[in-house]
């Protein structure tokens, strides 16, 4: 469809190209049956006080009043984001225009109104308005995680008379599908529009880009809520304000999806400088493939000698290609030539049927009472169903039955039960691509001369995972014994209570990611946290484990009012710049922890008649102490490393070793830690970082202690302790006293059996020189 451009000026129309129309401010889009919406920024290219489109022959005029102008205005559409700033001082005129823009990505990219013309931009002001636009995925935008949903976000400032700031950000994720409800969640504080203290004026939710009262959206079953951290819109999949679509399938499986466009508005006011920021999005949101249950209706007349099937419902969108038969494959008007007839059936509620006459008489019709009748109809996009009719073809035309197949779950396992044909159990049963048999040790199999069973878990090695809601299937067939066409199938998927994330009081999350059936080719091994680095603890074919501390692994903090939000992300790593090979792969994980709470624990104790003593020995214990390279504590500083260079506020990552020694009964205490200028450990000025075992509570960026696990390195975990801090240096006056930094630690090594008695070890050792670097703060 051609969309033309009448400007209000009168010039020659423009023809609306899909780059044009994210850098002008329209959209548009059609649903199955040839609906067409288009949609236009009130800020965009062409638009006065009215906007002309012309659609093929139909002329198109329409004007609108809004209300007053918020201080911001973020309009996230389909194919562009768009911010307009208000301004008091007039910059339309040619002697203030814009002339140059600076993207910050976070590097700053400066270009000339033109070249941002050229790549797609487009920037303007008004007598009232600044207003930028871009489309989504250039070179200029980031994509950012805020309260664990994904934005894609640009910033840049303006230049006219003086530099204007711009922030506009579009969702890309945040979409959950549970217990078929879309469940949408939007942060509540976008930290890149809202900063300090706000409040929300305003909210509304919308579909289509227009708005819905409250009568509205509880008819259609919507819901508008908003939590400490996001606000959530949900959608019963299914509502009439969305259309189905035919998915890509395969393995004889009908899947749909169901396409919504939701739109939510926003007003938020800062409670101190009273600025209004009004976010409008709209948001098309497509669900993950739905199975559904595709009828098979046998007509079948014996005494008429023909044989009559209807499949349905279908889609508008699913079109017949070609019929397969036993000798050869036919289209739909090579069928119809040939005597057999293939049809369409239209409802009123928009699906259709296809009915497939084939006479007993046609020569693609076997005549054995043994053989099967096997027509395979393939719909496009990539859908292929058998139909199977089985007959004895004999003076009565006796029907031979069909086995079938019927499945449930509960919360642990699948429960398969299968009802023989007229033929008995003569049939190959095939669990995913497994052949059954009575000796698989995993599943529970009974049988006797009518039925037989089968009990599954859900964690079984022939199951798969799906991606909707994270649930597991099976996939069942019954094959025949002596050309394996199938007799008959069932998917059976079901949620069972798998849960990814924990989250523990010491600051230690694990995750669990499974390998699902959307992203076939993943290796659980090869995934990784946001720093690359971090790998799994361990893995296996179907899953990958992992282990890690919240102050490590690229985890982002954010702070609310009581909670603290930690997140972090397991994906597939691939090259920045280079589109990932196949789907990509993504599982955001989160803890919530209380800022401040209280525990109250009870314990009592029985007095001993005599205290239990061990035999004191002596010997030397070795002690060191070791800067690793980054938080994986793999790599670390070798004595002629040192001094070692850091930048201000980077991340120092300490390891304290008890080494020589195999005993698991001894474990190595931090007692204290301090930093000094030079060799003398009791020269001034110190400054403490750990003191009595604990952070020092006076500083302002309190030392982390990091967990210590087993592997191939750490034997005994008690004898490592690890502590990581900033790097900071001492200054007198605001002038830095020496580059150099000097850490000291005091060491306890104690025994478990010797709690309480005079026989722990005290060492004192020392790190190399550590020299502050005059670059930029890493952090």
């Given at each position: 469809?051609l969309v033309?451009?009448?400007?209000?000026?009168?010039t020659?129309?423009?023809?609306?190209?899909?780059?044009?129309?994210?850098?002008?401010?329209?959209?548009?889009e059609?649903?199955?049956w040839?609906?067409t919406r288009?949609?236009s920024?009130?800020?965009g290219c062409?638009?006065?006080?009215q906007?002309?489109?012309?659609?093929?022959?139909?002329d198109?005029?329409?004007t609108c009043?809004y209300?007053?102008w918020?201080?911001?205005?973020?309009?996230?559409?389909?194919?562009?984001?768009?911010?307009?700033?208000?301004?008091?001082q007039?910059?339309?005129?040619?002697?203030?225009?814009?002339?140059?823009?600076t993207?910050?990505?976070?590097?700053?990219?400066?270009m000339?109104?033109?070249?941002?013309?050229?790549?797609?931009?487009?920037a303007m002001?008004?007598?009232?308005?600044?207003v930028m636009?871009s489309p989504y995925?250039?070179?200029?935008?980031?994509?950012?995680e805020?309260?664990?949903?994904?934005?894609?976000?640009?910033?840049?400032?303006a230049?006219?008379?003086?530099?204007?700031?711009?922030?506009?950000?579009?969702?890309?994720?945040g979409?959950?599908?549970?217990n078929?409800?879309?469940?949408?969640h939007?942060?509540?504080?976008?930290?890149p529009?809202?900063?300090?203290?706000?409040?929300?004026?305003?909210?509304?939710?919308?579909?289509?880009?227009?708005?819905?009262?409250?009568?509205?959206?509880a008819?259609?079953?919507y819901t508008?809520?908003?939590?400490?951290?996001?606000?959530?819109?949900?959608?019963?999949?299914?509502?009439?304000?969305?259309?189905?679509?035919?998915?890509?399938?395969?393995?004889?499986?009908?899947?749909?999806?169901?396409?919504?466009?939701?739109?939510?508005e926003?007003?938020?006011?800062?409670?101190?400088?009273?600025d209004d920021?009004?976010y409008k999005?709209?948001?098309?949101?497509?669900?993950?493939?739905?199975?559904?249950a595709?009828?098979?209706q046998?007509?079948?007349?014996?005494?008429?000698?023909?044989?009559?099937?209807?499949?349905?419902p279908?889609?508008p969108d699913?079109?017949?290609r070609?019929?397969?038969?036993?000798?050869?494959?036919?289209?739909?008007e090579?069928?119809?030539?040939?005597?057999?007839?293939?049809q369409?059936?239209?409802?009123?509620?928009g699906?259709?049927?296809?009915s497939?006459?084939?006479?007993?008489?046609?020569?693609?019709?076997?005549?054995?009472?043994?053989?099967?009748i096997?027509?395979?109809c393939y719909?496009?996009?990539?859908?292929?169903?058998?139909?199977?009719?089985?007959?004895?073809?004999?003076?009565?035309?006796q029907?031979v039955?069909l086995?079938?197949?019927?499945?449930?779950c509960?919360?642990?396992?699948?429960?398969?039960?299968?009802?023989?044909?007229?033929q008995?159990?003569?049939?190959?049963?095939m669990?995913?691509?497994?052949q059954?048999?009575?000796?698989?040790?995993d599943y529970?199999?009974?049988?006797n001369?009518?039925?037989?069973?089968?009990?599954?878990p859900y964690?079984a090695?022939?199951?798969t995972?799906?991606v909707?809601?994270?649930?597991?299937?099976v996939d069942?067939?019954?094959?025949?014994?002596?050309?394996?066409?199938?007799l008959?199938?069932?998917?059976l998927?079901?949620?069972?209570?798998?849960?990814?994330?924990?989250?523990?009081?010491?600051?230690?999350?694990?995750?669990t990611?499974?390998?699902?059936?959307?992203?076939?080719?993943?290796?659980?091994?090869?995934?990784?946290?946001?720093?690359?680095s971090?790998?799994?603890a361990?893995?296996?074919?179907r899953?990958?484990?992992?282990?890690?501390n919240?102050a490590?692994?690229g985890t982002?903090?954010?702070?609310?009012?009581?909670?603290m939000?930690?997140?972090n992300?397991i994906?597939?790593?691939?090259?920045?710049?280079?589109?990932?090979?196949?789907p990509q792969?993504?599982?955001?994980?989160?803890?919530?922890?209380v800022?401040n709470e209280?525990?109250?624990?009870g314990?009592?104790a029985?007095p001993?008649?005599?205290e239990p003593?061990?035999e004191?020995?002596?010997?030397?214990?070795?002690?060191?102490?070791?800067?690793?390279?980054?938080s994986?504590?793999?790599l670390?500083?070798?004595a002629?490393?040192?001094?070692?260079?850091?930048?201000?506020r980077?991340?120092?990552?300490?390891?304290?070793?008890?080494?020589?020694?195999?005993d698991?009964?001894?474990?190595l205490?931090?007692?204290?830690?301090?930093?000094?200028?030079d060799?003398?450990?009791?020269?001034?000025?110190?400054?403490?970082?750990?003191v009595?075992?604990?952070?020092?509570p006076?500083?302002?960026?309190?030392?982390?202690?990091?967990?210590?696990?087993?592997?191939?390195?750490?034997?005994?975990?008690?004898h490592?302790?690890?502590?990581s801090?900033?790097?900071?240096?001492?200054?007198?006056?605001?002038?830095?006293?020496k580059?150099?930094?000097?850490?000291?630690?005091?060491?306890?090594?104690?025994?478990?059996?010797?709690?309480?008695?005079?026989?722990?070890n005290?060492r004192?050792?020392?790190?190399?020189?550590i020299?502050?670097?005059?670059?930029?703060?890493?952090?």
């Open positions: 469809m033309f451009i009448f400007p209000p000026d009168g020659q129309h423009i023809v609306l190209t899909p780059n044009l129309a994210a850098q002008c401010g329209y959209s548009m059609s649903d199955p040839g609906n288009i949609y920024s009130l800020l062409y638009v006065d006080n906007v002309c489109l012309n659609v093929v022959t139909h198109v005029k329409q009043s209300t007053r918020a201080s911001r205005e973020i309009l996230c559409d389909r194919n562009y984001m768009e911010v307009a700033k208000g301004q008091t007039d910059a339309s005129g040619a002697e203030h225009g814009i002339w140059k823009l993207f910050y990505t976070p590097e700053p990219v400066s000339v109104l033109r070249e941002a013309e050229q790549v797609g931009y487009a002001a008004t007598s009232t308005r600044l636009r995925n250039t070179a200029e935008t980031t994509s950012e805020v309260d664990g949903v994904s934005m894609e976000v640009f910033r840049v400032s230049y006219y008379k003086a530099p204007h700031g711009l922030v506009g950000l579009s969702l890309t994720g979409v959950l599908f549970i078929n409800v879309i469940s949408w939007v942060p509540r504080r976008m930290t529009l809202v900063d300090g203290s706000f409040e929300i004026r305003e909210m509304h939710m919308g579909i289509n880009g227009r708005r819905l009262d409250r009568s509205q959206m008819a259609r079953g508008l809520s908003a939590t400490d951290f996001h606000i959530i819109i949900e959608i019963p999949v299914g509502s009439p304000d969305g259309h189905y679509k035919v998915g890509k399938s395969s393995n004889y499986q009908y899947h749909i999806t169901y396409i919504v466009e939701p739109m939510l926003v007003l938020w006011r800062t409670t101190v400088a009273h920021t009004r999005v709209l948001f098309p949101i497509t669900t993950p493939l739905i199975l559904q595709l009828h098979i046998e007509n079948t007349i014996p005494d008429a000698r023909e044989f009559n099937v209807v499949l349905g279908l889609l699913v079109v017949l070609n019929i397969t038969f036993f000798t050869t494959v036919l289209t739909v090579e069928s119809n030539a040939r005597g057999f007839t293939v369409e059936h239209h409802y009123t509620n699906t259709k049927s296809i497939v006459l084939v006479s007993f008489d046609a020569d693609i019709v076997l005549k054995d009472a043994s053989e099967i096997d027509a395979k719909l496009v996009p990539a859908y292929l169903l058998c139909i199977k009719c089985f007959s004895n073809i004999t003076a009565s035309l029907d039955e086995p079938t197949i019927t499945g449930s509960d919360q642990n396992q699948f429960y398969i039960s299968v009802k023989y044909g007229s008995g159990n003569n049939f190959k049963a669990v995913g691509h497994q059954l048999t009575p000796e698989m040790a529970q199999f009974q049988e001369s009518t039925h037989f069973s089968l009990v599954l964690t090695k022939d199951t995972f799906e909707y809601s994270l649930r597991a299937r069942f067939f019954l094959l025949h014994t002596s050309n394996d066409w199938v008959a199938d069932l998917f998927s079901c949620n069972f209570p798998l849960t990814t994330t924990k989250c523990y009081p010491n600051g230690t999350m694990t995750a990611a499974v390998k699902v059936d959307s992203v076939t080719d993943i290796i659980p091994s090869r995934l990784t946290l946001k720093d690359q971090c790998k799994p361990f893995s296996g074919d899953i990958a484990y992992f282990l890690f919240v490590s692994c982002t903090r954010t702070f609310f009012d009581h909670y939000l930690y997140e992300e994906a597939l790593p691939y090259n920045k710049g280079a589109s990932p090979v196949g792969y993504r599982q955001t994980i989160s803890c919530y922890y800022v209280t525990q109250t624990v314990f009592g029985n001993r008649l005599y003593t061990a004191i020995g002596s010997g030397q214990l070795m002690v060191q102490m070791r800067l690793a390279q980054d994986s504590y793999t670390f500083y070798q002629e490393d040192y001094p070692v260079v850091k930048y201000l980077q991340s120092l990552y300490f390891e304290v070793e008890l080494v020589e020694s195999t698991p009964n001894l474990e205490i931090l007692e204290s830690c301090w930093a000094t200028l060799e003398d450990r009791t020269s001034l000025p110190s400054w403490d970082i750990i009595d075992s604990c952070e020092n006076d500083d302002s960026y309190v030392t982390i202690f990091h967990p210590v696990v087993s592997d191939a390195r750490v034997l005994v975990p008690s490592i302790k690890r502590f801090m900033k790097m900071f240096t001492f200054t007198k006056d605001k002038e830095v006293l580059d150099e930094v000097k850490y000291e630690l005091c060491v306890l090594v104690t025994s478990h059996m010797q709690r309480g008695t005079d026989t722990i005290q004192q050792i020392s790190s190399g020189p020299v502050l670097t005059s670059g930029q703060t890493s952090e």
